[in-house]
């Protein structure tokens, strides 16, 4: 049973909902992943935010541009965290969208990560998860501490080769 639900409103938004899910998985949190468009299909769209809690989701990471109501909708519907991911676009750079996820109403709140921030709506959904699960949240500490190894590493490099070097050879 899928414990994150991953919704975008276009298969031209699954380069950036694919990094949310490359992070679930990578710390072993189940989801399953969907295209609906709540304007051309809100019946459906209907369907699946209205039944998301009774197939088990905890979560909803929902990825939209422009207009941009997936996530608001599905938090007006789905009584559990929503996550918005803001696509970029090109009229308007993804600023369109972002307005569009973090500015709603009160009571119906959606939690939104940089525009196209795909990665961090997957690390945000696992932490909400962690709250109640401990093997998850060691997950989470270890890919924190892998993180810090990792600039830990390049500052040494750098210190080792020079900045110059550094730049020639990255």
Same mark, same amino acid.
């Given at each position: 049973?899928?414990?994150?639900?991953?919704?975008?409103?276009?298969?031209?938004?699954?380069?950036?909902?694919?990094?949310?899910?490359?992070?679930?998985?990578?710390? *072993?949190?189940?989801?399953?992943? %969907?295209? $609906?468009?709540?304007?051309?299909?809100?019946?459906?769209?209907?369907?699946?935010?209205?039944?998301?809690?009774?197939? *088990?989701?905890?979560?909803?990471?929902?990825?939209?541009?422009? @207009?941009?109501? !997936?996530?608001?909708?599905?938090?007006?519907?789905?009584?559990?965290?929503?996550? *918005?991911?803001?696509?970029?676009? %090109?009229?308007?750079?993804?600023?369109?969208?972002?307005?569009?996820?973090?500015?709603?109403?009160?009571?119906?709140?959606?939690? %939104?990560?940089? $525009? =196209? *921030?795909? @990665? =961090?709506?997957?690390?945000? @959904? @696992?932490? $909400?998860?962690? %709250?109640?699960?401990?093997? !998850?949240?060691?997950?989470?500490?270890?890919?924190?501490?892998?993180?810090?190894?990792?600039?830990?590493?390049?500052?040494?490099?750098?210190?080792?080769?020079?900045?110059?070097?550094?730049? =020639? =050879?990255?």
């Amino acid at each position: 049973m899928a414990q994150v639900g991953i919704v975008m409103g276009s298969d031209s938004d699954m380069p950036v909902m694919a990094k949310a899910a490359d992070i679930l998985e990578e710390l *072993g949190v189940s989801y399953e992943m %969907t295209i $609906i468009s709540a304007h051309r299909e809100p019946d459906v769209f209907f369907e699946y935010a209205k039944s998301a809690e009774e197939k *088990g989701y905890k979560v909803i990471i929902a990825g939209a541009g422009m @207009a941009a109501h !997936l996530p608001g909708m599905c938090a007006a519907i789905f009584p559990m965290p929503v996550i *918005g991911i803001p696509m970029h676009t %090109t009229s308007l750079g993804g600023r369109d969208s972002l307005y569009s996820i973090v500015q709603m109403p009160s009571g119906i709140p959606v939690a %939104t990560v940089a $525009i =196209n *921030g795909g @990665a =961090n709506a997957g690390l945000l @959904a @696992a932490k $909400i998860l962690a %709250t109640s699960d401990k093997a !998850l949240l060691d997950k989470l500490k270890a890919y924190s501490q892998s993180l810090k190894e990792q600039v830990e590493k390049k500052d040494a490099r750098l210190k080792e080769i020079g900045y110059k070097e550094y730049l =020639n =050879n990255k």
